[in-house]
């Protein structure tokens, strides 16, 4: 009984599929018959698509071609739609099915449908460069990365060209997303902070993960790029934050956003904020995960220094300095708190102290217990504050607690 079933299931799988076979090549024949009109052709795509076949082949790409082929025979209006809608007809199904055997064919597509040409809406556009995206084929990568380069700096107030451009730009990023290619990124990136609708600055927000796991070189370009101000960079370090990124490119970029913290000078209170927010952000990432180069040493010094000689020192960048500082316990990090402590003893004994330095001993002492050094110099200071009388009993107190930590 189980043996009738089988080979009656065989045979209705076989009907089926020879049913289907049949149908298409009757379909694909109607297709490509000469007399045609645009309208037949839309038409017969529609009852493909209707008829939910489950195995089209190779019916897909080949009436893509001949849709190219009868494009310079457009006479009319009606023609010019019925033959856009045929091709969003076709570009979705190669979507669907995954099909790479158009990719070439795609791309002609995208030159005919381009934004470019203001005939062109940006619908037939956007479909295909999804389905390029979808087919995995990254032949035509670096043209959709050149458009939508372009397409960035197409900024422009007229609500039509606005919507034409913003459907091409969902194309592009649909189809970067989908390659999976670092090439991607950067684009996707100014799209999301581009002057474009929300909704599609939210959907290359989306994308950016899923573009690349580590965008690191990338980042590094934005942060270290002259023209882009303290905004951008910012953004662009707080996405290199939510990827998946290994540790250490994680540390390699927090020592550049550090040191271009610093190195874009500026009146405007809202760009320094965006400076300081990168670099105290930075501080923390190295604090936890390490110093990717010796280049992190001159930039934590001026993150403690510059602030220290401010008339108005953000006290928490100080400390997360100090804080940074105390957990790398390099030799380079001890050298630096042991100058800060030195410099602030030379103060306790000139009579230039305050409420500022004394906050900077309480933090920069236990600092350098902390880390452990067995630096005798350090030993030696900490010694000698534990010994002065220019200090209170609260502050010796600091100092013999720190050389219990360093013991010996």
């Known amino acids: 009984m189980k043996r009738i079933t089988i080979a009656i299931l065989v045979l209705l799988i076989g009907m089926t599929v020879f049913a289907q076979s049949a149908s298409l090549s ?16 839309q038409r017969i795509l529609e009852n493909v698509r209707d008829a939910n076949l489950t195995e089209t082949g190779d019916f897909y790409p080949n009436a893509l071609k001949t849709l190219l082929i009868k494009i310079p025979d457009i006479k009319t209006r009606e023609d010019w739609e019925a033959n856009e809608i045929s091709a969003r007809m076709i570009c979705q199904a190669l979507a669907a099915e995954k099909n790479a055997d158009a990719v070439s064919d795609l791309w002609q597509l995208i030159q005919y449908f381009d934004i470019i040409k203001d005939v062109n809406d940006g619908l037939a556009m956007q479909e295909a460069l999804i389905a ?4 995995g084929d990254k032949t035509y990568l670096e043209h959709i990365v050149l458009r939508l380069n372009d397409i960035n700096t197409q900024q422009t107030s007229d609500a ?32 999301y902070v581009g002057w474009y609708e ?15 796991d580590d965008p690191a070189d990338v980042i590094i370009e934005i942060i270290r790029d002259t023209s882009n101000n303290p905004g951008i960079k910012l953004t662009a ?17 927090a020592a550049v956003a550090l040191e271009m913290g610093w190195g874009y000078p500026t009146s405007d209170n809202a760009l320094q904020r965006n400076s300081n927010t990168m670099r105290k952000s930075a501080i923390d990432t190295i604090r936890l995960l390490g110093a990717a180069d010796d280049s992190v040493y001159p930039n934590l010094d001026k993150s403690y220094s510059n602030n220290f000689a401010s008339n108005s020192p953000d006290y928490d960048e100080i400390r997360k300095t100090i804080d940074a ?3 790398l316990k390099t030799d380079n990090a001890v050298a630096l708190l042991y100058k800060y402590l030195r410099d602030l003893n030379d103060r306790r004994r000139s009579g230039v102290w305050g409420n500022k330095e004394r906050q900077m001993m309480q933090w920069v002492v236990p ?17 000698t504050i534990m010994n002065s009388q220019d200090y209170t009993g609260t502050e010796q107190g600091w100092a013999r607690a720190a050389l219990r930590q360093i013991g010996n």
């Open 26 to 41: 009757y379909y694909a024949e109607e297709f490509n018959r000469s007399g045609a009109t645009f309208i037949n052709r």
């Open 160 to 191: 039509e060209s606005r919507r034409r451009i913003q459907r091409a730009v969902a194309g592009c990023i649909s189809a970067l997303e989908a390659l999976h290619d670092i090439s991607g990124y950067r684009p996707v990136f100014f799209v």
């Open 132 to 135: 390029m995206g979808q087919t």
């Open 237 to 253: 370090w707080q996405e290199m934050l939510r990827t998946n990124a290994p540790d250490s490119s994680m540390a390699k970029v």
């Open 367 to 383: 600092a350098l217990g902390a880390t452990g050094t067995k630096s005798d110099d350090v030993r030696l200071l900490l010694t």
């Open 325 to 327: 500082l105390t957990a």
């Open 198 to 212: 929300q909704s599609i600055r939210n959907m290359a927000h989306n994308a950016l993960p899923d573009i690349v």
